[in-house]
């Protein structure tokens, strides 16, 4: 089992950055593969980037691709996503999954974490 705590979220101007955290607990981290997803208000839960347990294998939808960047750092346990040049669009609320293979759909992550609100105005 690990359970995850987002942070970092916040209001942001548009075209501002901000570095989102994931703190997971146990001592398997880094057997994990982790993803981000966000949830805007009316809308379904979308992929964001995904990175596998070492770190070596990326994705990232093509919304924020350039843009944003997953990283993990497993002596820390920890996972993050530095987002640059933000959008109004990327308002939402942002999780942090865990999963034994990396995935880019929901379904493939067993543990979510409680969410950290992001909104970027223009």
């Known amino acids: 089992q690990v359970q995850l705590v987002e942070s970092g979220g916040g209001l942001v101007q548009a075209g501002g950055s901000l570095r989102l955290s994931c703190a997971a607990s146990g001592r398997t981290f880094s057997s994990y593969a982790m993803g981000w997803f966000r949830q805007a208000p009316g809308k379904e839960r979308e992929f964001v980037a995904a990175i596998s347990g070492s770190g070596g294998t990326l994705y990232y939808a093509d919304s924020v691709k350039g843009r944003f960047t997953i990283s993990r750092d497993n002596a820390k346990n920890t996972l993050y996503l530095q987002m640059n040049s933000l959008k109004p669009e990327d308002t939402a609320v942002y999780y942090c999954?865990?999963?034994?293979?990396?995935?880019?759909?929901?379904?493939?992550?067993?543990?979510w974490g409680q969410g950290t609100q992001v909104t970027v105005s223009s």
């Open positions: 999954a865990a999963g034994r293979v990396v995935a880019v759909i929901a379904y493939g992550y067993d543990h």
